[in-house]
């Protein structure tokens, strides 16, 4: 539920960050079936924010186990779905 409500400050925010957002391949990622999209740049906190803002249909992340263990963390990822 938290995931539709941050999405659009989200999206503005990462608007506001970037001079130029570059979307030239939504069109040919499919949207009725199921796909892995594995970004392999130095900036593995912002690849999957990006994608999350800006492809229509909604995204399941993995994250590493401890954050689990913090509860501030624990919460913000459970809320989000």
């Known amino acids: 539920m938290l995931y539709y409500f941050v999405r659009p400050f989200a999206r503005l925010a990462i608007s ?7 979307l030239s391949i939504l069109e040919k990622i499919p949207r009725n079936q ?4 594995a970004p392999n740049h130095p900036t593995a906190f912002m690849d999957p924010c990006n ?3 800006f492809m229509p249909q909604p995204l399941h992340s ?6 689990f ?11 989000i779905y």
């Open 69 to 79: 263990q913090k509860p501030l963390f624990n919460f913000l990822l459970r809320a």
């Open 62 to 67: 993995l994250v590493r186990g401890d954050f």
């Open 34 to 37: 199921a796909l892995i999209l």
């Open 51 to 53: 994608m999350a803002v």
């Open 16 to 22: 506001l960050f970037y001079k130029k957002i570059d």
